[in-house]
């Protein structure tokens, strides 16, 4: 069963840090680029960040560069997203999702190139 599984979330004060994880199972990890996308109350689900098959390309969305940090570790099959500095506007839930891509040195940020998705993982940060 393919599945990919979120955590870290919770409530966290303006400046606070969280750091959310997203275990795959029943795939080939190296096989897919990795995406982080979250969406707030009554907003569209937006592009946070992605990484490369390969682990060496990432991206980020613009107002998020700096804050936040996405990586991967392909003996744990897990992908993270360090959020330093969280402001009350980077409340959203928070979704992993997977991108089977041939290129080991491509991210895309559309969130339809996505095949597989979590469940998401809300964080909340308070004033």
């Known amino acids: 069963q393919v599945q990919l599984v979120e955590s870290g979330g919770g409530l966290v004060q303006a400046g606070g840090s969280l750091r959310l994880s997203c275990a795959a199972s029943g795939l080939t990890f190296s096989e897919y680029a990795m995406g982080w996308f979250r969406q707030a109350p009554g907003k569209e689900r937006e592009f946070v960040a992605a990484i490369s098959r390969g682990g060496v390309i990432r991206d980020y969305a613009d107002s998020l560069k700096g804050r936040f940090t996405i990586s991967r570790d392909y003996a744990k099959n897990t992908v993270y997203l360090q959020m330093n500095s969280l402001k009350p506007e980077d409340t959203a839930v928070y979704y992993c999702?997977?991108?089977?891509?041939?290129?080991?040195?491509?991210?895309?940020?559309?969130?339809?190139?996505?095949?597989?998705w979590g469940q998401g993982t809300p964080a909340t940060v308070s004033s």
């Open positions: 999702a997977a991108d089977r891509i041939l290129s080991s040195q491509t991210v895309r940020r559309g969130s339809n190139e996505y095949e597989i």
